[in-house]
């Protein structure tokens, strides 16, 4: 059974940093590419940072080069990193595997406010 628990929220001033992890179970986390997404109120869902299994990442334009995703294979976790943060990066934050979609588990996320 798939789990996926997301912490690490909060409420940060504009500048200020946050860091994710996502403790995951359920697949054979090492094989898996693994991504985080976020979706602001009234917004679609959208993935801003993926790692491979071989730990190749990659970004959206908008969070690249403030966000860092990173992953613990010993612990089954991915983490990420974010730095500079801005108020447009306000949402909840999930993380899932690279391959999602809107009918697949997610977990409940963690909400990431950042004021101006």
């Known amino acids: 059974q798939v789990q996926l628990v997301e912490s690490g929220g909060g409420l940060v001033q504009s500048g200020g940093s946050l860091r994710l992890s996502c403790a995951a179970s359920?697949?054979?986390?090492?094989?898996?590419?693994m991504g985080w997404y976020r979706q602001a109120r009234g917004k679609q869902r959208e993935l801003v940072a993926v790692?491979?299994?071989?730990?190749?990442?990659s970004y959206a334009d908008s969070v690249n080069v403030r966000f860092t995703i990173s992953r613990d294979n010993a612990k089954n976790t991915v983490y990420l990193q974010m730095n500079s943060l801005k108020p447009e990066d306000t949402a909840v934050y999930y993380c899932n595997r690279r391959t999602a979609v809107a009918g697949d588990y997610w977990g409940q996320g963690t909400q990431v406010t950042v004021s101006s």
């Open positions: 790692i491979t299994s071989g730990r190749s990442t």
């Open positions: 359920g697949y054979i986390f090492p094989l898996t590419a």
